[in-house]
C-alpha cells in the first residue's frame, strides 16, 4: 500500500480507548486514574502489553516515563517521537491524555502491519503525572526528562496524604533504570482533544495549536484562630475561611482588571478542622493564572499579593504565599504547526488555528525539540469532568492527521 493511502484502524482506536476508560471507570461515566495510583499502574501494564505485541524496543526511565521504540533503516539519526499521558484528573475524562497516548499507539500498529520502513526511528511515549492533581507541579515526567526540573525535587513532592512521588513510582514499579534525559528528538507531535469550545462552536474538525499559554501555580496558607462558633461574637474573629473568601474573589477578578487576555482560578481548597460548628483556624487554596503573555502573569500576580496582603491584615489573619511552579508560554515550531494543518486538509479535514489553554507535555518537549499538537473537537467543550467527550469519527480523523504527520518526519532523511 502507498504511504500516502495508509489510514488508522477507527475501529480498533475506539476499543482501545474503550479498554483503558475500564481502567479506574467512575460511576459518572468518567474515570478516576490518578498518577502513580493502582489504576495508574494497572493502565500502564495493559500499555505495556500492547507495545510488546508490535515488538517495539520497551523502556522505562526513571520518572517512569514509558518508551516504545521502533527503529527505522537509519537508527542513528534523531528520533520522531509521539504520546501523552495515562493519567487523569478526579473524576475525570475518558480522553484527556488517553486519546494522545492509545492515538500514538494506533500509529505505530498502523505502520507495523502494513511494514512501513521509515527512515528514522519513530517512539511512542506515555508521560508520568501529567495533570500534577495529585502530586504538583504538573508535566513532571516531561519537565525532567527535558532537564528543566530537577528529579530529586519531583520525587520528594507529595499528596495530600504525605505520600512522595519517588516511593509511589518505586511501589508500582515504574521507578526504571535509564537516566531520564532527553536525546536528539526530530519531531515531536501530540494528539490531544481540545477541552475547550471553539473547534464545536467554528463547525472544525482539527484544531492546530500554535502553542500553548503560560502556566502559573501558586499556594496560599492562612492561619486564623479555631473558636467554637456559638459563644465566639463576631467582632474580632480571625477567620481563615472568610479571609480566602475574599481572596478568591479577587482572583477571579483578576482577568478583568488586567484587560483580559488570561485566565485565573482557584481550584482547590482545604479548610481546617472543616467542622460546622469551629470558626476556621486554617486553610489552604491555590492559584493557577494562564496567559499566552508571561509579564502579564507575572504583573497580575504582584497585584494579587498586595491584594492579599490587605485582606489578611483586615481579617488578622498572617498568609504564607508560595511560588509553586511556573511554566512560559510556549510557541510551537512553525513548519510542524504548517504541517499539521496541511495534512489535516490533504486528508479533508477542516481546520482552526488556535491557541491551548490547557498544559500539555508538549510544553516542555517543545523547549528542547520541534513539537506542534493536533486537537479534536470536546464535545459541549467539556473537560476534566466525567461528561467529557469527543466523538469515535473526530478520535479516528485526529489519529489520521498524527500517522501521516509522523509518517512525514520520520521520511524526512
Ligand atoms: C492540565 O491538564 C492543565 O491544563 O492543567
Ligand atoms: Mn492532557
Ligand atoms: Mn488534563
Redesign the pocket.
Known sequence: MEVKNLRVNGQRLKFTLEMMAKIGATAGGGVHRLALSDEDKQARGLFLEWLKEIDLVVTVDEMGNIFGKRDGKRPNLPTVLTGSHID??PQ?GRF??ILGVMGALEVLRTIHENHIETERPVMIVNWTN??GTRFPPAMVGSGVWAGKLDRDWVYDQADIQGKKLGGELERIGYKGQQPARKWPVHAYYELHIE?GPILEKEGKRVGVPKGILGLNWYDVYIEGKANQVGPTPMEGRNDALCTAAEMILKVNELPMRMGGNMVATVGEIHNFPNSRNIIPGRVHFTVDIRSWDDDLCLRAWEELKKDFGRISEKWGCPVKLVETWRIEHAPFDEKLVKRVGETAKYLGFSTHFMVSG??HDASYVNQVAPTAMIFVPSIGGR??VEVENTKGEDCEAGANVLLHCVLQSALER
Open positions: 487523569s484528573q475525570g484527556d491524555g501529567e495533570e477541552q490547557a498544559g473537560s476534566h
